[in-house]
């Protein structure tokens, strides 16, 4: 169910007044391994995964096969990359309603037009390079969550959601948008889902995600 109140739309325009780290920060926070962490802990990985992510040389677009479906709303997803086989889900309705809540929101200016499907895939260009490369030793250093020091031996953690912040300021910068992908995606949940009964969780935001 889409909602289209005057409400929901003022709402998502408000989300604007974010800036990305706080996006960032409510992704990684999403994940049960973080409850108990600092928001001021979560905002920092989400900086450093996102200039992680924005400073990565750019990327061939995926080589794995790219396949469009519906979808993508009921899952909260934009697309989806798989390993086994190698492919790329692009879900067609999720990428619409992206497209046609930008021109609602007056936010063209931030996301040109065509740039939501052209996001999406620079997203899981930088999900396929990290999965057959070494980048996610180079992320764990750049997101800097130490687990273990001894002398001059270094071990950093996983910080789940890292990659995806990573993924979503890469994309940003191939396709020239204007905010990180997490603000509209942030959006497209508040205005495509039904009031919510008292005491009932919210949607997560629809993202790009990776599933092997």
Known sequence: MTVTSAPALRAARGLADLDDTEFGARLLASAPVHQGRGHGVLRAWAAAAAEFGAALPSAPPPAARVVEREGGLALGMLARYRSRP???ELYTDAIAAAEDLVERLGWRALYPAGSVRAAALAHEAVHEQLHHGGGKAELRRAVGHL?????????????????????????????????????LAEALAATTAPPLPAGAEAPRAPHARRKK
Request: positive net charge; proline residues 2%; contains cysteine.
């Open 147 to 183: 687990v273990l020091s001894c002398g001059r031996l270094r071990v950093y953690g996983y910080v789940a959601g890292a990659e995806e912040i990573a993924a979503h300021a890469y994309a940003a910068r191939a396709a020239g948008l204007g905010r990180s992908p997490l603000l």
């Open 86 to 88: 190698a492919t790329v």
